[in-house]
């Protein structure tokens, strides 16, 4: 049923939430999971464009990324990983569509209508862009 699972994942604790999921459900449908980190800092927004160097959160981000492949594959599952640059939304669309990705899964946070305008949404704008099946999965409260 689903063949690449688009994984999107913060570097945050919230990836805790939704890495389970996708293992079971690469398990169950034999799925390759597609790792995706969106790096939206100044030097990756305009990396391309300014011919700038690698910032330390790129490469803290290639390294988070590299270590949760590992990980899974380790579990005997199939993953690739993808450190993109730039608006998150725009990103996980577009590299969905050119991976040919079956399914999009990512965290939610619960914001509201405060949280939304300071934080923006990338649920939102991926789920009203996207063409293929989104999992969300109910990020776990932080621990204090």
């Known amino acids: 049923m689903y063949q690449k699972i688009l994984v999107a994942l913060e570097n945050s604790a919230a990836d805790a939430s939704l890495l389970p999921h996708v293992r079971e459900l690469a398990g169950r449908f034999n799925s390759e999971l597609l790792l995706v980190h969106v790096a939206d800092g100044w030097v990756a927004r305009n990396y391309d464009r300014l011919k700038l160097a690698a910032s330390q ?3 803290d ?8 492949a590992a990980r899974l594959r380790a579990e005997g599952l199939t993953v690739e990983a993808h450190l993109a640059l730039g608006d998150p939304p725009t990103e996980i669309l577009k590299t969905a569509e050119r991976e040919k ?7 939610a946070h619960g914001h509201r209508l ?5 934080f923006g949404s990338t649920i939102h704008q991926v ?16 621990k204090k």
Not at 61 to 68: E, K
Not at 114 to 118: E, T, V
Not at 127 to 142: D, M
């Open 101 to 107: 990705c079956d399914l999009i899964a990512m965290t």
């Open 61 to 68: 981000d290639r390294a988070y990324l590299d270590a949760t």
């Open 127 to 142: 789920r009203h862009k996207s063409f293929v099946p989104i999992l969300l999965v109910r990020a776990g409260k932080r």
């Open 57 to 59: 959160e790129m490469k």
């Open 114 to 118: 405060l949280g939304d305008l300071f």
